[in-house]
């Protein structure tokens, strides 16, 4: 590894190549087979789990049907849902009791509820997609200080870090805008993250600098320079990944050096925000999770991306073949990169890891089930023993929930409503289950 990724915050620079190369070499060497996952599920665990799930849904619906606009009210409305959910993971997804702790009560939840309370204060026009965008970052930022051994808190840098996702990534994968103005904003925001003169252009852009004051404010240059080393790499990344948009010629070697790097440096980032300094293992496992995580969301993301000519791994192969051996490698990639986590030692690290395991796999196994077209069907049929539901009835019920969505986001908001004190949503809208 680079070596002087442990040493003291003021010195060291970050081996960014090396991180990217040890990436490609573990992936280099996963099989493009099924991996023997954990026990997979019997069709009546499945079909115990579905009605599980429906009947949590049925007691989440009955909230939607009155709004909650009191303490008491919302007090009650939490504990009705909290149980629910609890009641629900148990049974359905297998999580322990320690699990639940912390995507309940004050733990992830907690991290979201805050989260989404402190955007509306930065910025009351925010809309609650991009909130819960920003929420899935701060999560891994959170998680990260757990595995570390830290206080999970959500920190003035990874608010900020987590508010820049909707305010620079959405603008620029947005086909509507002009790729000049894009590259213009690209070059100034690069400098303003250097720390060079920058004027901002636009509000949109004098909100992102506020957003880099607030990271400065609680890590100052010249104490932590690889803090902002690695929101240039993350930025550096960015702009690669829009010039190869514009490559429909890009190799396989190009479309997965430009994932691997937007992806692992995106998670790298989150690690030296989470903790101020890194050792050579808590720099190589961020990276590697980024890695992941940009996996699971490209496999996801793959109908939306195929339809705005996006190149990723994904969109790449599935124009030549069936997305079997890619999916079987990722995998394999995923149980590598989870092989990672047991060096470090924390109260919670046994129950996080096993959150974090399992919902590393599930987000794979998941959007692969909804892409089923792109699949053979013995690759389906085998992967979907390894789902706590069948895939064609987690596409019957995203469809329902899809129908639901404006009602749950009235049910979050009247949530917000509530003092800084009082607990939010206790699971928030964008996922009935870990990701």
């Not at 992830?108 to 909130?131: E, N, T, W």
Request: charged fraction near 25%.
């Amino acid at each position: 590894m680079g070596g002087r990724l442990g040493s003291t915050p003021s010195t060291g620079t970050i081996d960014m190549n090396r991180l990217l190369e040890d990436a490609l070499q573990l992936w280099a060497a996963c099989p493009d087979a099924l991996p023997a996952l954990s026990a997979g599920f019997e069709a009546s665990e499945q079909a115990d789990a579905e009605t599980r799930l429906d009947l949590f849904l049925s007691r989440l619906q009955s909230e939607l049907e009155s709004l909650p606009r009191t303490a008491e009210a919302r007090a009650s409305s939490h504990r009705r849902i909290s149980e629910a959910f609890a009641e629900f993971g148990r049974g359905a997804l297998r999580l322990d009791e320690e699990q639940l702790r912390l995507l309940l009560s004050d733990g992830f939840a907690g991290i979201g509820g805050r989260m989404a309370r402190r955007a509306r204060m930065f910025d009351p026009a925010v809309p609650l997609a991009d909130v819960l965008q920003a929420s899935r970052n701060a999560w891994t930022a959170c998680g990260l200080q757990l595995l570390f051994g830290r206080m999970m808190a959500l920190t003035s840098s990874i608010f900020a870090y987590s508010m820049l996702y909707p305010y620079t990534d959405n603008y620029l994968d947005d086909p509507a805008a002009p790729a000049q103005d894009k590259l213009g904003f690209s070059r100034r925001f690069g400098l303003r993250l250097a720390g060079q003169p920058a004027e901002a252009a636009n509000s949109r852009e004098e909100t992102i600098w506020r957003l880099v004051g607030l990271i400065e404010g609680e890590y100052p240059r010249a104490d932590y320079p690889r803090v902002f080393e690695s929101l240039l790499e993350i930025h550096a990344a960015q702009h690669n990944s829009l010039r190869l948009r514009r490559n429909l010629d890009a190799s396989y070697d190009e479309i997965l050096r430009t994932s691997f790097h937007k992806g692992g440096s995106s998670v790298l980032a989150d690690a030296w925000l989470a903790a101020g300094e890194l050792s050579p293992e808590q720099a190589r496992f961020a990276f590697l999770w980024g890695v992941l995580l940009q996996l699971g969301d490209d496999l996801q993301d793959l109908a939306e991306d195929l339809d705005a000519g996006v190149l990723t791994l994904f969109t790449h192969a599935a124009a030549r073949m069936p997305l079997d051996r890619l999916t079987c490698r990722t995998l394999h990639f995923a149980g590598a990169v989870m092989a990672q986590m047991p060096q470090f030692p924390a109260p919670a690290s046994p129950a996080l890891q096993g959150l974090i395991r399992k919902s590393s796999f599930s987000l794979i196994v998941r959007a692969a089930g909804a892409a089923g077209g792109r699949y053979t069907p013995e690759f389906l049929t085998a992967l979907e023993r390894h789902s706590p539901f069948r895939f064609g009835f987690l596409a019957d019920r995203k469809r329902s929930l899809g129908q639901r969505s404006a009602r749950m986001a009235r049910l979050f908001e009247a949530f917000l409503e509530g003092p800084e004190d009082e607990p939010v949503f206790p699971w928030l809208p964008s996922s009935l289950m870990p990701r």
